[in-house]
């Protein structure tokens, strides 16, 4: 499903990978990219697809996953505005190493190989954030395999929603999710998950209503999680 850019010259805003860019080049990636909306639930890619573009999310949000060959789901992480994914099969003209599905209705825009190639050579500082980029990826997948060893599933369910409720400063933040999801990027089954949550309700941490958990007190749950109070 293809949607028209808003305004010329504020597609890439935030995107710290085309920070460095000169306005001109700006125009030309946003001229050179395909825009895209993604309904929630529906798959951008799925892992070993081929590596065809970088995509670069401008709303909603979208959990990177890996599928196990019992049909058991992790997710890697994730992504919300403006962060961009699909690099690492650009770079390695590999295939997909995840899937990704978007979990609430997304707008993006979609950038060739050949586009992203040709501007990488002709702009070599867009390399420092693509590295920046990878690092960050390196970063959470070292948490993540930490957060298994050292958390229990509560303290992963807390972290998970900390993550999700993302910089909001709301007294009331809503996180739509249904329970499978929540379980995948907890790493838990959903039983297991569904008994914190109820937990972390009885405390008054947050309530759900449906499939939506409305997070009432992060401060709580950062505690629970063993994080840093901000």
């Known amino acids: 499903m293809e949607m028209r850019l808003p305004e010329p010259g504020d597609a890439l805003t935030g995107v710290e ?26 798959l951008l890619f799925v892992e070993n697809d081929p590596g065809e573009s970088l995509i670069v999310l401008r709303r909603g949000a979208v959990a990177v ?20 994914l699909g690099e690492v099969s650009l770079l390695d003209a590999s295939t997909r190493s ?24 002709s702009n070599p500082r867009i390399l420092d954030a693509v590295m920046r980029s990878l690092g960050g990826l390196i970063r959470r997948l070292t948490e993540q395999n930490a957060d298994h060893v050292f958390l229990d ?16 400063q709301a007294p009331m933040i809503t996180i739509e999710l249904n ?8 790493g838990g ?8 949550i109820g937990s972390f309700a009885s405390r008054g941490w947050l309530r759900t209503e449906g499939r939506r958990i409305v997070v009432t007190d992060v401060a709580a749950l950062r ?3 063993g994080m840093s109070e901000r």
Do not use: W
């Open 179 to 186: 329970q499978s999801q929540l379980a995948e990027m907890a």
């Open 17 to 42: 990978m085309f920070a460095g860019l000169e306005p001109e080049v700006r125009q030309r990636v946003i001229a050179a990219a395909v825009p895209r909306t993604y309904r929630k639930g529906q």
């Open 153 to 168: 599933l509560p303290g992963r369910v807390a972290k998970t929603l900390v993550r999700l409720a993302g910089e909001s």
């Open 98 to 121: 995840a899937s990704a599905e978007a979990i609430e209705d997304c707008a993006a825009l979609a950038l060739s190989r050949g586009a992203f190639m040709e501007l990488v050579h």
């Open 65 to 84: 996953f890996r599928t196990a060959p019992t049909g058991e789901r992790a997710v890697l992480s994730v992504i919300r505005p403006p962060d961009v």
């Open 223 to 225: 505690r629970r999680a």
């Open 189 to 196: 089954s959903r039983q297991s998950v569904n008994q914190a």
